[in-house]
T-cell receptor
Framework: DTGVSQNPRHKITKRGQNVTFRCDPI?????LYWYRQTLGQGPEFLTYFQNEAQLEKSRLLSDRFSAERPKGSFSTLEIQRTEQGDSAMYLC???????????FGNGTRLTVT | AQTVTQSQPEMSVQEAETVTLSCTYD???????LFWYKQPPSRQMILVIRQEAYKQQNATENRFSVNFQKAAKSFSLKISDSQLGDAAMYFC????????????FGSGTQLTVLP
């Protein structure tokens, strides 16, 4: 169990640029989640995959956000035309089945200048 | 919609003492899971303890235990024999069993452990 891996750890970008984050879940976990966390707040759900299928999306996920999980393994989260309000920690998590807890990665901290 | 409320933004405890963190939630569901997560300064969220709503027995994991009051929709975390390494942000979280798959988190309680 190597844990959930996220890259990059930090990303600084200028407003209007596109960014992409990657998440590698624990290998046998077929459920993968993206959350966003702002300073001093709990994580907010963005989207959920079961294998390669994106089954749920939050209203927080505007049309500038897109997530994929090709082949049901790693996942990418892309933000187009970034805005300063997108600055946050983006957390990825995975789990094996219904009754287990989530395993989180270390997150990617995005700063939009 | 489900909501999770942590009314204590900050708590402190002396090393080796016991502290209780509060959490309340609002749901119309009868089957669900409740969790406490710990987020140290290193950022990674770590699962501390989980409770299935259908179980009357309170969950326990070593020094961590919960007081689950289903009727009151209360789910507090007790940390016994507090250690310096327990210092972190603690989040209470709710997940409905079945079709809803995401966690709803509270706003967190920052726990400081005093030597």
């Amino acid at each position: 169990d190597t844990g959930v891996s996220q890259n990059p750890r930090h990303k600084i970008t200028k407003r209007g640029q596109n960014v992409t984050f990657r998440c590698d879940p624990i290998s046998e976990h077929n459920r993968l989640y993206w959350y966003r966390q702002t300073l001093g707040q709990g994580p907010e759900f963005l989207t959920y995959f079961q294998n390669e299928a994106q089954l749920e999306k939050s209203r927080l996920l505007s049309d500038r956000f897109s997530a994929e999980r090709p082949k049901g393994s790693f996942s990418t989260l892309e933000i187009q035309r970034t805005e300063q309000g997108d600055s946050a920690m983006y957390l990825c998590a995975s789990r094996l089945n219904e009754g287990t807890g989530l395993h989180f990665g270390n997150g990617t901290r995005l700063t939009v200048t | 919609a489900q909501t999770v409320t942590q009314s204590q933004p900050e708590m402190s405890v002396q090393e080796a003492e016991t502290v209780t963190l509060s959490c309340t939630y609002d749901t119309s569901e009868s089957d669900y899971y409740l969790f406490w997560y710990k987020q140290p300064p290193s950022r990674q969220m770590i699962l501390v303890i989980r409770q299935e709503a259908y179980k009357q027995q309170n969950a326990t994991e070593n020094r961590f235990s919960v007081n689950f009051q289903k009727a009151a929709k209360s789910f507090s975390l007790k940390i016994s024999d507090s250690q310096l390494g327990d210092a972190a942000m603690y989040f209470c979280a709710y997940r409905r069993q079945g079709s809803a798959r995401q966690l709803t988190f509270g706003s967190g309680t920052q726990l400081t452990v005093l030597p």
